[in-house]
């Protein structure tokens, strides 16, 4: 028969143990929830974050990464190095006070405690883009290329946000030709990040000559480049002035171009990111401008513009040398009144034109037509353009070019 004081009394004990467990729960559930905000805040509120988890070590490691930051001097840098230790006592693995760590011993001044103490944040995450960094600056330090471009190939491969970072200072490297080469060779092993820095390098301007280098030893050791960077980069050369340079590096991928004639007079190349030294349809508004294959198997310029409408529609760069020059041409399908011919038109870079030749129609010499031009010595660089010239015919302008060959005018 049980005691009713026995029942009571393990009932009292039941009911404490019970009010412990709840307790703990709640405990654990509020400092699992506090640190779930913690966690949330640290990337928005990083202050709030450690005032609602002082104890997290990913947030005082970001929080002494911050303070080290905002405040290098001498008590700022006093402030980053406890927050750090703070966060190692908590979590030694916890890389980013490790590299605050190390790049406040830079700061003092003490290289050799820095090297050691990254080479142990290395040894914990190569993710860490300020070990990466400072790698990066100390391997530049002692002039070793080889061990600063690892470690830019670590940081590039690592962290999403490294490019924005270190794409600019790469390019300016590359101006140093021992640079370059081992940037080359780099390359050539095809790490992720390089089609992205071969099209930052085309456009970014920093030195686009030693990109068209680049680019030029990139092709020797048989590493591809897209057409669409080595156009960009043609872009980059003339729009900073380097035409002759941009020439030069056209013709290592386009051998045999001749300066003094039009390249592709047949429209055949088939180029789907052309240059300014190739034909350049100039489709806008509603004229339609193209480069299409023929019935005949070959390829035409076709081009069409409704009434009253008229532009360019064809383009091309020339680097002609002062003379005469012939331009000779074949069309098809273009019937207007002479004042609505289309007509080409040779133009130096400052903006002088220096005539036009009219395309008769094509019912007229079958389709045949010629002119010639006169090339100044102050105009060394032209744009050879097909204009368009508004019609009344309610069916507007149209018509195909099949050949056009601009060249010097031959001398007896």
């Known amino acids: 028969m049980a005691v009713p004081g026995a029942q009571q009394g ?20 509020f400092w699992t929830m506090s640190h779930t905000i913690a966690d949330m805040l640290r990337t928005r509120n990083l202050r709030q ?13 970001q929080l002494s990464n911050e303070e080290l930051l905002h405040d290098p001097s001498v008590r700022g840098r006093v402030v980053a190095r406890r927050l750090a230790q703070a966060a190692l006592l908590r979590d030694p693995a916890a890389v980013t006070a490790v590299a605050t760590l190390g790049i406040e011993a830079q700061l003092r001044g003490n290289t050799q405690l820095a090297r050691r103490i990254f080479t142990y944040s290395e040894l914990l995450s190569r993710r860490n883009l300020a070990t990466q960094l400072w ?13 600063a471009l690892r470690h830019y190939d670590i940081a590039l491969r690592t962290s999403r946000e490294s490019s924005k970072l270190l794409f600019p200072v790469l390019s300016s490297a590359i101006s140093d030709a ?14 992720s990040w390089s089609i992205g820095f071969i099209y930052h390098l085309a456009a970014s301007g920093n030195d686009p000559r030693a990109a068209a280098l680049l680019f030029d030893g990139m092709r020797r050791k048989g590493i591809q480049v897209p057409e669409a960077a080595h156009t960009a980069l043609i872009n980059t050369l003339i729009a900073n002035g380097f035409v002759e340079n941009a020439w030069m590096f056209y013709v290592t ?34 004229i339609s401008a193209s480069i299409q294959r023929s019935t005949e198997g070959g390829a035409v310029f076709d081009f069409a513009a409704p009434a009253s409408v008229g532009g360019t529609v064809l383009q091309q760069l020339q680097l002609l040398s002062p003379g005469q ?37 094509s ?14 010595s102050d ?6 353009s097909l204009i368009v010239r508004p019609s009344d015919m309610q069916s507007g302008v149209t018509g195909q070019i099949t050949q056009l060959l601009l060249e010097p005018v031959s001398r007896p």
């Open 379 to 384: 105009c060394s660089v032209q744009t050879l």
């Open 135 to 147: 790698a990066i600056e100390d391997a530049v330090g002692r002039r070793d290329i080889s061990g």
């Open 10 to 29: 393990r009932s009292t004990r039941e009911w404490i143990i019970r009010a412990i467990i709840a307790g703990g729960i709640a405990a654990i559930g």
């Open 178 to 191: 021992k640079i370059r080469n081992s940037l080359i060779s780099t390359l050539a092993n095809k790490p």
């Open 49 to 61: 974050a450690y005032a609602i988890a002082p104890d997290d070590a990913r947030i005082l490691a």
């Open 363 to 376: 019912s007229q010499s079958a389709g045949l037509f010629e002119g010639v031009f006169s090339v100044p």
């Open 325 to 361: 020059y012939r331009l000779q041409g074949r069309s098809i399908g273009i019937e207007q009144a002479s004042e609505s011919q289309p007509y080409w038109t040779l133009t130096c870079r400052d903006g002088r034109e220096l005539g036009q030749i009219s395309i008769q129609n």
């Open 253 to 286: 991928t386009h051998p045999g171009s001749n300066r003094r004639r039009t390249r592709d007079p047949y429209f055949s190349a088939n180029v789907a990111t052309p240059s300014p030294f190739d034909w350049i349809p100039t489709d806008e508004g509603s």
